[in-house]
């Protein structure tokens, strides 16, 4: 069965503190690993996708790496607008994707 | 929120009345989706649309039916709505030809039964 396990469920950091949120998965042949970003009372917004172990994507702040087993959101230098909970899901063999349920992420200045 | 219009943005039904959300697109994408967020379950999938007229079955499917008679719009019916279908339902887009896609999401319904 296709799992996603994302960790912390909860982050506090102070403003400029980096650190990483964790994605673990299970499925059977991975058709990509994404990254959304949700704000509340809105859908969520993609940020990254990465289909293969090694690859790497930025964007501002971020940074997404995946491993055969894992994905990591690193954060660096964060700024109170990246407050937000981030999603983290897999390509499902239905062509849905399977959520994990999220990292709410708190940045205080 | 990529072209995707979801409505209406709220809803307070009673148990036992049909409900029924849309979703509209603006993108001609061939695929859309129906999930739904609840504390604690992260996003689920309800029903799925790959063309007109085309649509199965997601995770979450007992008490939901879905239409699309045309590729913009996809709707989603609670055709007895129960206190257990209160939750956030958000469409999302994809185009997926080949391989898996991004899949785009709107703003979401806020669906609450009394």
């Known amino acids: 069965e296709d799992q996603v396990t994302q960790s912390p469920e909860a982050l506090r950091l102070q403003e400029g503190e980096s650190s990483s949120l964790n994605c673990s998965y299970t499925v059977s042949g991975l058709r990509g690993l994404f990254w959304y970003r949700q704000d509340p009372g809105k859908g969520p917004e993609f940020l990254f996708t990465l289909y293969s172990a090694g690859e790497e994507k930025e964007k501002e702040r971020l940074k997404a790496t995946l491993t055969k087993k894992e994905s990591f959101l690193h954060i660096t230098a964060p700024k109170p607008e990246d407050s937000a909970t981030y999603l983290c899901?897999?390509?499902?063999?239905?062509?849905?994707?399977?959520f994990g349920k999220g990292t709410k992420l708190s940045v205080k200045p | 929120d990529a072209g995707i219009t979801q409505s209406p943005r709220h809803k307070v039904t009673e148990t036992g009345t049909p409900v029924t959300l849309r979703c509209h697109q603006t993108e001609n994408h061939r695929y859309m989706y129906w999930y739904r967020q609840d504390p604690g379950h992260g996003l689920r999938l309800i029903h799925y649309s790959y063309g007109v007229k085309d649509t199965d079955k997601g995770e979450v499917s007992d008490g939901y039916s879905v239409s699309r008679s045309k590729t913009e719009d996809f709707l989603l019916t609670l055709e007895s709505a129960t206190s257990s279908q209160t939750s956030v339902y958000f469409c999302a887009i994809s185009e997926r030809d080949i391989g898996f896609d991004i899949q785009y999401f709107g703003a979401g319904t806020r669906l609450s039964v009394l």
């Open positions: 899901a897999v390509g499902g063999s239905q062509g849905n994707l399977i």
